[in-house]
């Protein structure tokens, strides 16, 4: 299936970004490779863009798109969980600017063979590296009653968690859960008629277990704080989130660098210690406009964060 990827917040986060065309940049989440596009544009041949993405479909077909602009990129097979690692051993020290596009891109839920959507029939897998052993399947048809209705409340915000983890429970026994398909008609005999009627029942399960196989939740801070670290002073961080729990982590971990410590009133001057070591450029999140909202269903739930480093961690 042909890699196509909706950029969201396209225009808004690469000029968040203010793009030094001598400078390095990373793109955490290469996708589809629309953002990756715009930055390596605006470089000259002095600057360098490195991506990252799990996902090999992802990688072949942004590679293909990024080669007619230029050469002076690297796409980075890995989590970017590993960024520093992986920037480390390519003798990287300091990054002009980072890009973050979080969640799951159009062409994985899109292709039905990858089981991400209950809008399609597909062996449970959920997986965005194809290559680790955990999927959906595993999360479903292994994991404890307890654990199930952990993630489904926890990631999915679902109201019917209890239930619906008890009914994959019992389900389970008589033959595993192997389908999307089977596991929607699972969670439709757990959720009352009226739930199902005002929204498809499956949407909060599907994307707690996704969350979950993914591990998406746990990898955002470390990665934004490394972010933090090997950022130029003045160099900037945009992060595009799509559900609450995703923002949650990037607004708090952003609050508390840019927040100004206590300090007695009455002080002539402001030590320089102890500004903070973030701003956040826009006060409130960015969302798309309704040119946007009308071309992409999908950019009615993304947030762009934009914060600009002042000075080094202490």
Do not use: W
């Not at 000259?44 to 990024?66: C, T």
């Amino acid at each position: 299936m042909e890699f196509k990827h909706y950029s969201v917040l396209l225009d808004e986060s690469i000029e968040g970004l203010n793009i030094n065309p001598s400078g390095i940049y990373v793109d955490c989440t290469l996708g589809g490779g629309g953002h990756s596009s715009e930055i390596l544009k605006r470089l000259n041949q002095d600057g360098f863009l490195y991506a990252f993405d799990q996902d090999i479909n992802a990688i072949e077909a942004s590679n293909e798109r990024l080669k007619q602009i230029g050469s002076n990129y690297e796409i980075i097979n890995s989590n970017f969980v590993n960024l520093k690692e992986e920037l480390n051993n390519r003798n990287v020290s300091k990054v002009d600017g980072f890009i973050y596009d979080l969640g799951v891109s159009s062409p994985q839920f899109d292709n039905p063979e990858r089981g991400f959507s209950y809008n399609y029939d597909a062996r449970l897998d959920m997986r965005m590296d194809v290559n680790q052993s955990l999927s959906a399947y595993e999360v479903v048809n292994e994991y404890r009653f307890e654990d199930l209705y952990y993630i489904i409340s926890r990631y999915g915000e679902e109201s019917f968690a209890k239930s619906i983890a008890r009914e994959i429970e019992r389900t389970r026994i008589k033959k595993p859960i192997e389908t999307t398909f089977e596991l929607v008609e699972v969670i439709k005999r757990a959720v009352p008629a009226k739930a199902r009627r005002e929204k498809h029942p499956a949407k909060r399960t599907f994307q707690a277990i996704r969350i979950a196989v993914n591990q998406e939740l746990d990898v955002i801070k470390p990665a934004l704080e490394d972010s933090i670290d090997l950022i130029k002073v003045n160099g900037r961080i945009c992060v595009i989130t799509f559900h609450s729990l995703e923002d949650k982590i990037v607004k708090t971990l952003f609050k508390e660098y840019s927040s100004m410590p206590e300090l007695p009133k009455g002080l002539p001057v402001f030590p320089s210690a102890y500004q903070p070591v973030l701003q956040m450029i826009n006060r409130k999140a960015i969302i798309a406009n309704e040119t946007e909202l009308e071309e992409n269903n999908r950019s009615h739930s993304a947030k762009l964060r934009i914060v600009e480093k002042l000075r080094e961690k202490d």
